[in-house]
């Protein structure tokens, strides 16, 4: 059976699909190169519940134990598409909706995600590298994503990561091992947004650095949105770095926490950014407003910073 080992491994061109044939158990393992999604704009990879999906491996491994990582991940996920250059490219590297913690993307480079599109509460416009749409009542998008490199993505919001729990909606993904490199923003935060607006998006970030992302606008790094009735944003992050990020016209280089509701006229919801022994060192917006760091709304907050 096709991709049942490696010497029946499946064609780079077949991965989704192998993707979506698995079975809950099942795990894929992803020989170094560089894989697509497909030729479209909107293609793009999608994780499932259930299936774990590991890349960095040389093709002759008998256990997962046997990658090595020594010179980084091999395994490109990636948008580029059409002409050389990525303005033609897949608004988005990986699309994902209703995953619970069982999906797992782990060893991959996720690179070139172009989503010029004005951004939209439903998924337009936002996250180039890896978007979590968790958007509506029923909506839930809580995937883990380890040991992975995230660069040059670009999109309006959220150019590196976008976690969607817009209007009752919820997005509770984990990152761990992960890199966020030079990805920019049109809008806003060029490495992660999370979009808790009357719902709930809140990360779990271990382990990670964010490190000359960029922005046209509002913040560098790192976007927490926990706005009107019922929002919620409380991104952990544990042994994380913010470095030379930078907001080109903004407030905040490394990142912002706002309970701010859409009409900007009160403080319905809830944020906090929990950081928890990391290092937020020479990040900066244009504004001088907030180097570092800004909160909007009333009650709004970062909790346990311990260097800058």
Do not use: K
């Not at 192998?18 to 293609?43: E, H, K, L, N, P």
């Not at 490109?76 to 699309?95: F, H, K, M, Q, R």
């Amino acid at each position: 059976m096709s991709g049942s080992s490696w010497n029946n491994a499946a064609a780079g061109t077949s991965l989704q699909s192998i993707i979506d044939g698995a079975q809950v158990g099942d795990q894929v393992w992803v020989t170094c190169g560089t894989y697509t999604a497909g030729a479209a704009r909107s293609d793009a990879f999608s994780m499932r519940t259930g299936v774990e999906i590991y890349g960095g491996f040389q093709g002759n491994e008998q256990a997962l134990d046997d990658r090595l990582f020594s010179c980084g991940p091999c395994s490109i996920l990636s948008a580029e598409i059409g002409a050389a250059g990525t303005t033609d490219n897949c608004y988005n590297v990986i699309y994902n909706a209703q995953l619970d913690s069982t999906a797992i993307l782990d060893g991959f480079v996720i690179r070139d995600g172009y989503d010029d599109r004005s951004p939209t509460s439903d998924g337009n416009g936002l996250g180039g590298g890896i978007y979590n749409h968790g958007y509506g009542p029923s909506g839930h998008c809580d995937p883990v994503i380890r040991n992975c490199i995230f660069t040059n993505n670009s999109a309006s919001w959220g150019a590196g990561a976008f976690n969607n729990g817009y209007n009752q909606g919820d997005s509770e993904p984990s990152y761990i091992n992960c890199i966020f490199y030079q990805n920019h923003a049109f809008i806003e935060a060029g490495g992660m947004d999370s979009y808790g607006v009357g719902g709930n998006a809140s990360p779990l970030v271990i382990n990670t650095l964010f490190y000359e992302n960029t922005s046209a606008t509002n913040v560098g790094a790192m976007y927490a949105w926990g706005g009107n009735a019922g929002g919620n944003c409380h991104p952990v992050l544990i042994n994380c770095a913010f470095v030379n990020n930078q907001a080109t016209n903004g407030y905040g280089g490394a990142f912002i926490a706002d309970n701010l509701d859409e009409n900007g006229s009160a403080s319905s919801g809830s944020c906090t950014v929990t950081l928890q022994n990391c290092i937020v060192w020479n990040n900066n917006s244009s504004t001088g407003t907030g180097h570092s760091f800004y909160v909007r709304g009333t009650g709004a907050q970062v909790l346990s910073l311990i260097h800058i």
